[in-house]
Structures are given as C-alpha cells and as structure tokens.
C-alpha cells in the first residue's frame, strides 16, 4: 500500500528566502508526482506534473524534482512572497491493481513573513 | 474554461441524517474523482469514475456512501446515514483521462455532522 509522507509539516520563513519541501513515497512504482498548493477554504490549484520518466519540472520560480528510485520528491521555490503562503500538497498516481490510486501526503504548511 | 464546480458550499446536518453533494467536472474531462479531506490531512481518494462507470471505490464506505456519475457528466456524492466522523471537506476532481494527466480541483464541499 502505497503511503507518502510530507516534512516539515510548518514552515515559517521571511520573505525572499529559497525553501525545501519535501515529499516521500513508500512504492517507487507511480505513474507520475503532482505538487498542489491548498489555501484556506478552497480547493486545491494544481502547480507541477512529474512524469515517472521525467527528473524535474520548472515553472516561474518553483522547480520539482523526482527520484523514483528513492521514492522522493522535493519542491524548491525562489525568493518566497507572503503570497506564496498555503498548504503545498504532493500526491502520486500508482500502479496498483486499478493503476489509478492517487495518494496524497499530509502537506507542508507554509507561511512567508513580510 | 470554466473550473469544477461544487454545490453546496457548506452543509451541517445532525448524525443519522443524509446528505447529498453535487459535482459538475471541466466539459470534456472523462475522468471523475471524489474525495474526503479531513481536517489536517491530505484528500483521501473515494471513489473514480470513467465517463459513467466506476473504476476504483476501494476506498468507499458502501454502508452508507453513495456515488452516480448519469450520463458521464455531472456526479453525486450520498452519504445516508451520516456520522460525526464524516465531517470533512468533500472535494471533486476531474482530468481528461485517467493516467497522465492533471487533476483539476472545484472549491469543495464543507460537511458538518453535529
């Protein structure tokens, strides 16, 4: 059974800093990583998709990266904005019986300090 | 393109009673997902729908949830009778197919059981 696992569960950091989240995965057998960013009392906006066969994925300032191999996934932002605050969730695609499960991690909640 | 839209927003019922949530996906997307959200975790997959059928309700509490996708289009979520444990955001997701593709989130449904 797939299980995937999000550190740190907080962060708080001031604004224009580099940040890490990162993202595990127990079954290196997916079919793809998406990284979502949650706000309060809305649905989740989809920010990244990682093929299996793909290492990373860029787009504006945020930068995903994938090693199936040790079931990781890291989401690297530049120069944090306060608007950059919410919950970032990862989730995977398995190929388990149905081959469509979507697992998600418990997410990294951020806030950016002005 | 109009977004995944949700009705209703929130909803509060007492345990026992039932409760119905409406889903209607982006046009043309084939693929339906229905989701749990509890408070401080990640969505939790119930149920998938491809065009009208069903590929993986695993992870469905049959003894009381329900789900219909008519037509291949817009979709219901029933739970009868609820419990206090239901509480959570209720979120639908579609995709153009099921493997490769971004999933696309409406607002969610906030469901509390008293």
């Known amino acids: 059974k797939q299980e995937v696992t999000q550190i740190p569960a907080a962060l708080s950091v001031p604004e224009g800093e580099n940040l890490v989240l990162n993202c595990s995965f127990t079954?290196?057998?997916?079919?793809?990583l998406q990284w979502f960013r949650q706000d309060p009392g809305k649905g989740l906006t989809p920010l990244l998709l990682?093929?299996?066969?793909?290492r990373e994925q860029t787009s504006g300032r945020l930068n995903a990266s994938l090693d199936k191999s040790s079931g990781r996934s890291t989401l690297y932002i530049a120069a944090s904005q306060p608007g950059d605050s919410a919950t970032y969730l990862c989730?995977?695609?398995?190929?388990?019986?149905?081959?469509?499960?979507?697992?998600f991690g418990p997410g990294t909640r951020l806030s950016v300090l002005p | 393109e109009a977004g995944v839209a949700q009705s209703p927003r929130y909803k509060i019922i007492e345990k026992r009673q039932s409760v119905a949530f409406w889903c209607n996906p982006i046009?043309?997307?084939?693929?339906l997902y229905w989701y749990q959200q509890i408070l401080g975790q990640g969505p939790k997959l119930l149920i998938q729908?491809?065009?009208?059928?069903?590929?993986?309700d695993s992870q469905l509490p049959k003894d009381r949830f329900s789900a219909e996708r008519l037509k291949g289009v817009d979709s219901t979520l029933k739970i009868q009778p609820a419990k206090l444990e239901d509480s959570a955001v209720y979120l639908c997701?579609?995709?153009?197919?099921?493997?490769?593709?971004?999933?696309?989130f409406g607002p969610g449904t906030r469901l509390t059981v008293t």
């Open positions: 997701a579609s995709s153009p197919g099921p493997r490769d593709y971004e999933q696309y």
């Open positions: 079954d290196s057998a997916i079919y793809n």
């Open positions: 990682i093929q299996s066969s793909q």
């Open positions: 989730a995977v695609k398995g190929r388990d019986n149905y081959g469509q499960n979507f697992v």
């Open positions: 046009s043309g997307h084939a693929t």
């Open positions: 729908f491809q065009n009208n059928g069903v590929v993986d």
